[in-house]
């Protein structure tokens, strides 16, 4: 597993459970130090319980010798970034061309190469390309194997997979990887094998489209709001047609996070380069690029326009729960914005501190809940951790005229009415 980053490590790990011998290449030498002695360098519930058990038995390593892990190994993933360009919304691929050609100097028997990273289109034929200059043709094969896991369930997901989706046209290459999954597939995940291409473009396409439904119920929901309609209501009863499927379409903030954002970008860019044009989901970009302004007028409504010296929580400020990741969440963009209108911003996260919101006036970070709440005249539910589902709002913030708005529709309607808290949701 070259890239220990969130896919490339959590797939190795689980590799490595499933009985295989797994070797995990990362350039970080303190990250890599850091593994050996069970120092897990992101936030993934159970994740070191795995690590700690797999390296002891000795089937999972961790190096930083790149040639020496590709001269060991029959199936070489490529898990490094592919984060969006600067100034631009393709995906750099220069991490994954630069490992490309590690790989074209340290083979000498067949060996499978298999994209894990999320590239757009084509970028296997690339691959292939930067190989054959220096190794012969009938010693590698480059397949597409895109992964689907989501942060905060990584585990979960890595084990009992919908699908698993091999893009390949050799025929020894896809036996190799369907006996490698064949653990998973006997659990009952569905095993999809098909062109290269189609495998590197179902993965974006996956992406983009649950994107577009969190926000087609997001828009649905600010329409909810001025009809006095519950957008709850209306994500079960779409997803209660099979053909719809009720996953996914939680209204809330903006959705974030290191994928949804920059896969809808840049398989928006790749289709321009094809001449073709996304509408939808360019549409869709621009929406959720929308939605935090949508909010914060709400916001604004809520304080009846008197944002300056008002004392206003954050409870989370991650992107989503479960996860320590900041990527574009739109915590990022609310908590700067209220606190420029003259807010004093408190917020608490469970997993921990952010320096995001360092460089940010009239912005504290809190140790617990209990201090992030005292007085506070609006508490306002960013992110939906289990901890802020069964607060006594009232006893904590000790303020009559307490305000909650909750943006993940995670508290009770009737409980705080009981309460006499003013409480806001979303599609409410
Ligand atoms: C996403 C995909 O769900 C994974 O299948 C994929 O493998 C991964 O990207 C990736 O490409 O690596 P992830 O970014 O970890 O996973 O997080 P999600 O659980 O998908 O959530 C993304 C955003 O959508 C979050 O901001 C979340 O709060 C939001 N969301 C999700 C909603 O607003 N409503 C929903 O109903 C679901």
């Known amino acids: 597993m070259i890239g220990t980053g969130y896919v490339g490590l959590v797939s190795g790990v689980c590799f490595s459970d499933l009985g295989n011998d797994v070797i995990c290449v990362d350039k970080d030498l303190n990250k890599i130090n850091g593994l050996k002695k069970g120092i897990i360098p992101i936030y993934e519930p159970g994740l070191d319980e795995l690590v700690k058990k797999n390296y002891k038995s000795g089937r999972l390593r961790f190096t930083t010798d790149l040639s020496d ?4 190994s029959n199936i070489i993933f490529i898990c490094v970034g592919t984060p969006t360009k600067k100034n631009s919304n393709a995906a750099d691929l220069n991490q994954v061309f630069s490992v ?66 091999i893009g390949t046209s050799d025929k020894k290459a896809n036996k190799l990887m369907k006996s490698l999954y064949s653990p998973l597939l ?121 944002i300056r010296n008002k004392k206003v929580t954050f409870l989370g400020v991650t992107f989503k729960a479960n996860t320590d990741d900041m990527r574009e969440s739109s915590s990022l963009t609310m908590i700067p914005s209220l606190a420029k ?48 589902k069964s607060l006594n709002f009232k006893s904590l913030s000790k303020k009559k005229s307490l305000i909650v708005y909750d943006m993940r529709n995670i508290l009770s309607h009737e409980k705080m009415k009981r309460e006499n808290i003013k409480y806001f949701s979303i599609g409410k």
């Not at 996260?349 to 609006?378: H, Q, R």
């Open 69 to 72: 892990a590709i001269k060991k």
């Open 341 to 388: 209108k003259g807010a004093n911003i408190r917020y608490y996260d469970p997993s921990g501190y952010k320096k995001d919101f360092d460089k940010i006036k009239n912005v504290t970070f809190c140790e617990n809940i209990k201090m992030a709440c005292l007085n506070a005249d609006l508490i306002i539910i960013h992110t939906e951790w289990n901890d802020f």
């Open 186 to 306: 006997s659990k009952g995940a569905e095993y999809l094998n098909t062109s290269r291409r189609g495998a590197e473009l179902i993965k974006y396409a996956s992406n983009a489209f649950l994107a577009t439904k969190i926000t087609f119920i997001n828009e649905l929901a600010n329409l909810a709001e001025k009809i006095d309609v519950n957008i709850e209501d209306i994500s079960i009863g779409m997803g209660l047609d099979k053909r719809i499927g009720g996953r996914f379409l939680r209204a809330g903030p903006a959705y974030g996070g290191s994928c949804f954002p920059k896969d809808t970008r840049a398989i928006v860019d790749t289709a321009k380069q094809f001449k073709t044009d996304l509408s939808i989901i360019r549409n869709v970009i621009k929406s959720n690029e929308n939605r935090s302004k949508v909010l914060l007028n709400r916001v604004s409504k809520i304080l009846k326009n008197k």
């Open 100 to 165: 490309a050609g590690e790989i074209s100097h340290n083979i000498k028997n067949f060996k499978i190469i298999v994209t894990k990273s999320t590239v757009p289109v084509t970028t296997g034929d690339k691959i292939e390309k930067i190989l054959i200059r220096k190794v012969l043709k009938k010693n590698f094969s480059v397949v597409s194997n895109p992964e689907f896991l989501r942060e905060g369930e990584a585990i979960r997901d890595f084990n009992f997979p919908d699908r698993i989706v």
